[in-house]
Structure formats: C-alpha cells, structure tokens
C-alpha cells in the first residue's frame, strides 16, 4: 500500500501524537482542527514536548496545518484519513459524512476512537465506503506506546487491512494487532478494568492518590504514572466518556 500523503482532523492529544510519528516516519501530514489557531498551536505543542515526540526537531514544517472549514481540500489528496476528534458520535458522524464526500476512491479513513464500537461509528457509511473504514487506535503518547490497534468492520477489504498494519508496522514501527469489534477492544477492555479496580480498592483503603500511585506503578512492573496519574495522562474527561461507553456495552453479569 503507498500511502504517501495523510490528513489528521482534530489535532488535540492525539492527533498531534500521530501526527508528529507520521512526520518521524518522513510521512507528509496535515492536520486539521475547528480554527487553524488551534492546529498551530498543537504544532508548537508537538515542537516543545518532553519527552519529545519528534525524532529530529526540525523536521516540525513537515506538518502543516489549517481548519476543516477553508483547507479541507486537502482531504483529496490524501490515501489516509485520520479522524481523531473528540470522543462524540455526532461530531464523528458528521466528520465522516464530509471526508466521504471529499476522498479519493480507495483511500483509506479511520478513526482513532478509544472505545466507541465500529458498528456504531459507521452506521451511517454505504456499504462502498465501509470497505474503507476502519479503527486505528494508537496509545498515548503516540511516539512511545509500542501498540496499535486496528479494528475492521465486516465489509473491509483484507488485503487492505493487511497492507495497512504491515504499513503501520514497518514504517511507524508500531505492534499492530487486527482486533475484534469488542468493548474496549483488547487494550481497554484489560488496562481500563485494571485501572477501575486498583482506584476501588485505593478508595476503599483510604489511600491517599500519592502512596495508591506508588503502589500501583514501578513496583508492580507498570508505568511509574501509577493509576491516578495515568487517568490524568490520558484525560480524566476522556476516561468518563470510555466508562459510559463500556457501562452501554458491557453486558450486565
Ligand atoms: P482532545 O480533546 O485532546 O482533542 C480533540 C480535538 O478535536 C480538539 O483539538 C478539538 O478542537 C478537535 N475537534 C473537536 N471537534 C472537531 C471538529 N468538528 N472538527 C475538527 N476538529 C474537532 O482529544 P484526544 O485525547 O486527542 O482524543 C481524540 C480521539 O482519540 C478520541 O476519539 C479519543 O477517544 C481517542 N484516544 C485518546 C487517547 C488519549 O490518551 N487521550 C488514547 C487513545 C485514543
């Protein structure tokens, strides 16, 4: 698969993530966000972040920047499409029905949703356009977190599926895994529950956020965040939408 050219609509946490690794792997990428303001911004975020997303500092005029209301032509030249938005059904949805309308045939669109079902998230898509879609879920931070998860939708083309993990593999060098339309995916089904449990029982034994973190962290072979202050890593309002989620899922037992 060549894809020589990606698009990033939402250029918060995420989307700057996977925009500054694009721009490691020598990947041209524009990012689109609501106002060019904000997408200039996450560039200077990318430029000043510690640790560092960017492999070679210099190379930060290697992402472009612009708004999804005046640049959004730049979606035609795109082979890859990457919706990383806000963890909201509508906005996705009415993000999609624009890209549709502008992609080239073939290219591909993802979404790097943390938890909102592919059944859901492309309901509103033809059965042409689903062969296009999938999930492509990168950690944060983006640069560092060695897992990447796809998750197909029952209309997609294997081939392409196949060529994009092997893409996503060689050229970003991510662990690419093709994941079942599941809650949470593997990931989250596993890392979220973990995460629930240990805030319960830190809750329960009155445990202050510092000694829980100190606990849950390098000791148990874990990310020294701990548990608290990977909920604050990764967005403690991002972590209350997957919750919802995974509670409208989840079955009940
Ligand atoms: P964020 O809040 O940091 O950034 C979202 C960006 O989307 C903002 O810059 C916002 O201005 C922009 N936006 C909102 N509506 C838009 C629109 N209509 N058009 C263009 N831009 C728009 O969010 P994030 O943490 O980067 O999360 C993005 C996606 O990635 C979500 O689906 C989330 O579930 C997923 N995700 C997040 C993490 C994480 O650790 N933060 C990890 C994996 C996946």
Same mark, same amino acid.
């Given at each position: 698969?060549?894809?020589?050219?990606?698009?990033?609509?939402?250029?918060?946490?995420?989307?700057?993530?996977?925009?500054?690794?694009?721009?490691?792997?020598?990947?041209?990428?524009?990012?689109?966000?609501?106002?060019?303001? *904000?997408?200039?911004?996450?560039? /200077? +975020? !990318?430029? =000043? #972040? %510690?640790?560092?997303?960017? $492999?070679?500092? @210099?190379?930060?005029?290697?992402?472009?920047?612009?708004?999804?209301?005046?640049?959004?032509?730049?979606?035609?030249?795109?082979?890859?499409?990457?919706?990383?938005?806000?963890?909201?059904?509508? *906005?996705?949805?009415?993000?999609? /029905? +624009? !890209?549709? =309308? #502008? %992609?080239?045939?073939?290219? $591909?669109?993802? @979404?790097?949703?943390?938890?909102?079902?592919?059944?859901?998230?492309?309901?509103?898509?033809?059965?042409?356009?689903?062969?296009?879609?999938?999930?492509?879920?990168?950690?944060?931070?983006?640069?560092?977190?060695?897992?990447?998860?796809?998750?197909?939708?029952?209309?997609?083309?294997?081939?392409? $599926?196949?060529?994009?993990?092997?893409?996503?593999?060689?050229?970003?060098?991510?662990?690419?895994?093709?994941?079942?339309?599941?809650?949470?995916?593997?990931?989250?089904?596993?890392?979220?529950?973990?995460?629930?449990?240990?805030?319960?029982?830190?809750?329960?034994?009155?445990?202050?956020?510092?000694?829980?973190?100190?606990?849950?962290?390098?000791?148990?072979?874990?990310?020294?965040?701990?548990?608290?202050?990977?909920?604050?890593?990764?967005?403690?309002?991002?972590?209350?939408?997957?919750?919802?989620?995974?509670?409208?899922?989840?079955?009940?037992?």
């Amino acid at each position: 698969m060549d894809i020589k050219k990606v698009v990033i609509i939402g250029s918060g946490t995420m989307g700057s993530g996977i925009a500054a690794h694009l721009c490691n792997a020598n990947i041209p990428v524009t990012l689109l966000d609501l106002k060019t303001e *904000i997408s200039e911004k996450a560039r /200077e +975020k !990318i430029h =000043k #972040s %510690r640790p560092p997303l960017l $492999i070679d500092k @210099s190379k930060i005029n290697n992402i472009n920047v612009g708004n999804i209301n005046d640049d959004f032509d730049v979606v035609k030249d795109a082979d890859w499409i990457v919706e990383a938005v806000v963890e909201r059904i509508d *906005i996705k949805h009415n993000i999609y /029905e +624009k !890209i549709f =309308k #502008s %992609r080239k045939t073939g290219a $591909i669109v993802s @979404s790097n949703t943390s938890s909102i079902p592919i059944k859901i998230l492309s309901e509103k898509l033809t059965e042409e356009e689903k062969k296009d879609f999938c999930i492509t879920h990168f950690f944060n931070p983006v640069r560092y977190m060695g897992l990447l998860e796809i998750v197909k939708n029952e209309n997609n083309d294997l081939d392409k $599926i196949n060529s994009l993990k092997k893409f996503c593999e060689q050229e970003l060098g991510k662990g690419a895994i093709v994941c079942n339309d599941t809650p949470g995916f593997l990931g989250n089904r596993v890392g979220v529950f973990a995460m629930q449990i240990a805030m319960t029982e830190a809750f329960k034994m009155k445990l202050s956020i510092e000694e829980a973190d100190a606990v849950f962290g390098r000791p148990m072979g874990i990310p020294k965040t701990g548990v608290f202050g990977l909920y604050d890593l990764i967005g403690i309002d991002l972590m209350a939408d997957v919750l919802k989620s995974f509670i409208k899922e989840l079955s009940k037992k």
